[in-house]
């Protein structure tokens, strides 16, 4: 059993910042480190797409869009991803979702609602 808990979403104002949280648990745990993981983000009516990976320690990849803004990284010994997001946009919210892949396993999280707005 894989299971993969965001957290810190939510209200923040055009050009502040939030840190999405994703915490994993389950059978992944005991090779959390192996897996590559990824957020990506899902707006009313539009297809979700991809923000962010990072494959390893310091392998990472970010939309183009985006990058310069967002960063991500990892504790694995918190089994955790991390998702920094500075100088928002409105257009930036969406659900954002943790992803974790290894081969052809891939599970998912729930999401959290992040909403930049004055």
């Known amino acids: 059993q894989v299971q993969l808990v965001e957290s810190g979403g939510g209200l923040v104002q055009p050009g502040g910042s939030l840190r999405l949280s994703c915490a994993a648990s389950?059978?992944?745990?005991?090779?959390?480190?192996?897996?590559?993981m990824g957020w990506y983000r899902q707006a009313p009516g539009k297809q979700r797409e991809m923000v962010a990976r990072i494959r390893g320690a310091s392998n990472t990849n970010y939309a183009d869009s985006l990058k310069g803004r967002f960063t991500i990284s990892r504790d694995n010994a918190k089994n955790t991803v991390y998702l920094q997001m500075n100088s928002l946009k409105p257009e930036d919210t969406a659900v954002y979702y943790c992803?974790?892949?290894?081969?052809?396993?891939?599970?998912w999280g729930q999401g959290t609602q992040v909403t930049v707005s004055s």
């Open positions: 389950g059978s992944i745990s005991t090779i959390f480190s192996i897996y590559t």
């Open positions: 992803n974790a892949g290894l081969n052809s396993l891939e599970y």
